[in-house]
């Protein structure tokens, strides 16, 4: 048996869309040809030969096929477009795969090696004996992937029958870029920092869904079970394989949940990644990748195969089955913050286990971190804040936060010209604050920001149990018990950071400057329920200082130590915990999160 054929999608460049294939079955006493499209084709462009009868037409993202019955002596030749063409009609190979359990994927780069460990382990684990692998790279720009692949094959004594079919045309979105870039990543940072490269259809994300029903009219209409993932994904064996688990699925589909999983770091700069570096997860993603398993002969009639559904067919959820995709082997990099925020990652422990029982690799593991700091007692409570020409409202500001429980006040001004910086050197021999020249200018940063980037390395700030960020028109308004941090501390003796959220106070028809205090002139805020302005739910967080994160935060501390994250115990104003959704870069409530019954920040704007 040749486990390895190459086949070919020979596709023609017509006026505005392209003919990718044209497939031709055996029918009775005449046949089927099938002609798929790039784009949005209507059959009125499209002339048959005489005798032929239209019989489908279908749209699967943004491009159609189309199927027409033509009698057995009946040349396939057909006017598109106003273009008469003859397709290179491809008879359906659809022997090979009948009764198989067939894995139908795309390769966008990846090596001849991980396509190998990919085959085996499906082999093993689940009783895979066909794959259909779609080649994306353009002809003549990777001539070894098909000679180590029939090499690896060979040697590994693979008994499975493998189809490599490459096209003579792009099948990537024409808008994107190379996939392997960390744009394409969903969850990559800083994409709007990104300098994007011009868009690649031979490399970007596939764009080309007909693809699917190609290889299904071609190959797969006769197979046993087919599953639709690519070559950096892993299905989980648990249990039946999952053709198994497909055949006897009602309606003969099973649905497949992926969960993208991560390298901590790869062990060498320049060794190739593998399924064994991945040894992590996001504690705080959501939903998962959607791909199917379907046995052919068991779906509906007029079912279409998709890239992430099959239309027509409902999937039987009793039979869902997960998969790992192994996102560093479609996105190759050196450094893995460039496709993840690595404050999300945490060690998984299955795909340790896998790493080590499977693969016999020994993963960069995460390093291990414990709680640090002032963990248990009231301790000290701090404020970091910033001012510049906030004279007349300071002593109100320090008093009010004095009498309710704040021990220690850090201040940073600059270019004060009404005596601020004065006032504020006044109090601090007397004890009340400590008083600091903002370094924003010799630090290249924003006042704020250079301010709580020097604040960290300020003993007060370091031995403070309690810390907070808010500014000098900010009042924290503790609505519990008698007012103060401790009735506050009590009411959520288990939370170690509250979200204080913004209750926007407007003049209250005060017009002139009065020097009595901001608290007794302005008393009509915007409703709790107040989603717009989008700063309108804004909140400010009071945390305790215990090394779950690692630097200060204007609304909320930042740099998550995601090895922590479980220690987290983050509740909104009315004590009601957040979702792990908002740890690592929420600022603002939710119509779901906010909340004002136990405490929440006045917010005296004007």
């Given at each position: 048996?040749r ?15 392209a ?15 099938s002609?798929?499209f ?18 489908d ?51 966008n780069?990846?090596s ?9 382990f499906?082999?093993e ?9 779609v ?5 003549g720009?990777?001539?070894?992937f ?6 690896g ?7 499975c ?8 045309l792009?099948l ?18 800083g ?17 080309t869904l007909t693809?699917?029903e ?7 209409a006769?197979a046993r ?15 039946p394989?999952?053709?198994d ?5 009602k ?28 040894i992590?997860?996001q ?5 998962g ?7 052919p002969?068991?779906?509906?009639e007029k ?5 992430v ?7 039987d959820?009793?039979?869902t ?8 082997l479609?996105?190759?990099t ?7 925020p690595?404050?999300?990652?945490v ?7 896998q790493?080590?029982t ?23 409570c701090?404020?970091?804040?910033t ?11 320090l008093?009010?936060h ?13 270019e ?5 910086d ?5 109090l ?6 400590q008083?600091?020249?903002n370094?924003?200018r010799?630090m ?20 403070a149990t ?13 609505k ?11 009411a959520?003796?288990?939370a170690n ?10 003049n ?6 009065d020097?009595g ?12 329920f107040?989603?717009n302005?989008?700063?309108a ?5 009071l ?6 994160f690692?630097?200060l935060g ?9 090895q922590?994250w ?9 004590g ?12 603002r ?13 006045n917010?005296?704007a004007?």
């Open positions: 048996m486990r390895l054929i190459e086949r070919r999608i020979a596709g023609r460049r017509l006026e505005g869309f003919l990718l294939d044209a497939v031709v079955r055996n029918q009775g006493e005449g046949h089927l040809v002609l798929f790039d784009s949005i084709v209507t059959p009125d462009v499209i002339v048959p030969a005489a005798g032929a009868e239209l019989k037409v279908y749209s699967v993202g943004e491009a159609t096929f189309v199927s027409y019955t033509l009698p057995s002596d009946v040349t396939a030749l057909f006017k598109i477009a106003d273009t008469e063409i003859e397709p290179v009609c491809v008879d359906a190979d659809l022997r090979l795969f009948e009764g198989r359990n067939a894995l139908a994927a795309v390769r780069g990846e001849a090696a991980i396509v190998l460990d990919w085959l085996t499906h082999a684990h689940h009783d895979m004996n066909a794959a259909v692998v080649d994306r790279a353009k002809p720009t990777d001539t070894r098909l000679a180590e692949l029939k090499a094959l060979e040697t590994r004594n693979l008994i029958q493998v189809v490599v079919l490459t096209s003579d792009p990537g979105r024409r808008d994107m870029p190379s996939e392997a870039h960390p744009f394409c990543v969903p969850e990559a940072p994409k709007d920092r990104m300098e994007i490269p011009p868009p690649d259809p031979w490399e970007s994300p596939i764009g693809i699917y190609i290889l299904r009219a071609r190959f797969l006769e079970a087919v599953a639709n993932i690519d070559v950096h994904d892993l299905i989980v064996p648990d249990g394989s999952v053709f688990a497909t055949v006897s699925a309606g003969g589909m099973a649905p497949l949940i992926g969960r993208h999983c991560y390298p901590w770091r790869v062990r060498k700069k320049g060794d190739p990644i593998h399924f064994a570096d991945h992590c997860v504690f705080d993603a959501r939903g990748r959607q791909r199917w398993c379907i046995a002969s068991k779906s509906p079912s279409i195969w998709r890239l559904r099959v239309g027509g067919a409902i999937p959820d009793t039979r089955m997960r998969f790992y995709r192994y996102m560093a479609r996105h190759p050196p450094l893995i913050s460039k496709i993840v690595k404050t999300s990652l060690e998984h422990p299955p795909l340790i286990a790493s080590k499977l693969w016999q690799h020994k993963p960069v593991r995460m390093p291990k971190l414990e709680i640090a700091g002032a963990a248990d007692g009231r301790g000290r701090a404020i970091v804040t001012m510049k020409d906030e004279g007349p409202f300071i002593l109100e500001w008093a009010y004095r009498a309710i429980g704040f021990d220690d006040f850090l201040v940073y001004t600059n004060c010209s009404d005596g601020t004065t006032l504020l050197e006044l601090q021999s007397k004890g009340i604050v008083h600091r020249d370094p924003y010799d290249g940063l924003k006042p704020q920001h250079a301010a709580l980037q020097s604040a960290e390395q300020e003993d007060v700030i370091k031995e309690w810390i907070t960020c808010i500014d000098v028109d900010e009042f924290v308004n503790i519990c018990g008698d007012g103060t941090l401790d009735a506050l501390f009590k959520v003796p288990d950071l509250i979200s204080m959220t913004w209750r926007l106070f407007g209250g028809d005060v017009h002139l400057f020097k205090p901001i608290i007794e002139q302005f008393f009509r805020c915007a409703d709790e107040a989603r302005p989008h700063q739910w804004g909140f400010k967080t945390f305790r200082n215990m090394g779950i690692r630097k204007v609304h909320r501390p930042k740099g998550l130590n995601p922590l479980e220690e987290i115990n983050w509740v909104n104003g009315s009601t915990a957040l979702p792990r959704e908002m740890y690592r870069n929420a600022w409530s939710t119509s779901t999160t906010y909340g004002y019954d136990l405490v929440q920040r917010h005296y004007v």
